[in-house]
């Protein structure tokens, strides 16, 4: 079974991951906030309309594994949301498409919020404070992704089938 962490999508979520990691490490002089920030959406998009929604779909989505109790205490003790609206002094809002996680109490909140976080301190960070909050921007960016290869692909590899990858993965191709 754990050789599904072979998986083409879990390959391809990585590769997205290690340029989002480079794009966001480049110097600050010649990064592309824009960029990153279109890159980074697209991948979150595609995270939370193929993968999060197929996984919520499973009720042994909240058992989490080893690794994802370590991620969750975290998660309580630094909430990215919060952190976002102390930063910029703006609440973050949760996007309608994100509702059904939060309803349910689903484990999917963690990687969901990280995700608006992101976006959130991209977006109402103008100037100087740019500079100021990347740092944890970046903090953030990289928990978010090691978080989802520690712990989100093992719970996948677990919880969907070979032939629910292989759709995951060609929709997630064909989108881009
Ligand atoms: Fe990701």
């Not at 979520?13 to 990691?21: A, K, Q, T, V």
């Not at 309309?49 to 058992?63: A, D, H, I």
């Not at 609206?85 to 349910?104: C, G, R, V, Y």
């Not at 990347?134 to 590899?157: A, V, W």
């Amino acid at each position: 079974m754990g050789s599904l962490l072979n998986h083409p999508l879990f390959k391809l979520i990585r590769g997205e991951h290690l340029s989002l990691l480079e794009m966001a490490t480049t110097p600050k002089e010649s990064l592309s906030i824009s960029e990153l920030s279109k890159k980074m959406t697209e991948h979150h998009h595609n995270e939370e309309q193929y993968l999060f929604s197929l996984l919520n779909t499973k009720p042994r989505v909240c058992e989490g594994g080893p690794m994802c109790t370590y991620f969750f205490d975290a998660h309580i003790t630094s909430p990215p949301l919060k952190i976002a609206e102390d930063l910029t002094k703006i609440a973050p809002i949760i996007p309608h498409s994100m509702n059904e996680f939060w309803t349910n109490k689903s484990p999917l909140r963690i990687p969901s919020s990280e995700h608006i976080a992101l976006k959130h301190i991209l977006e109402f960070s103008v100037g100087e404070n740019l500079q100021k909050n990347f740092n944890t921007f970046q903090e953030i960016l990289r928990n978010n992704i090691k978080k989802e290869e520690e712990c989100l692909f093992h719970i996948c590899s677990r919880l969907l089938t070979k032939t629910e990858l292989d759709t995951l993965f060609n929709s997630w191709r064909g989108s881009s």
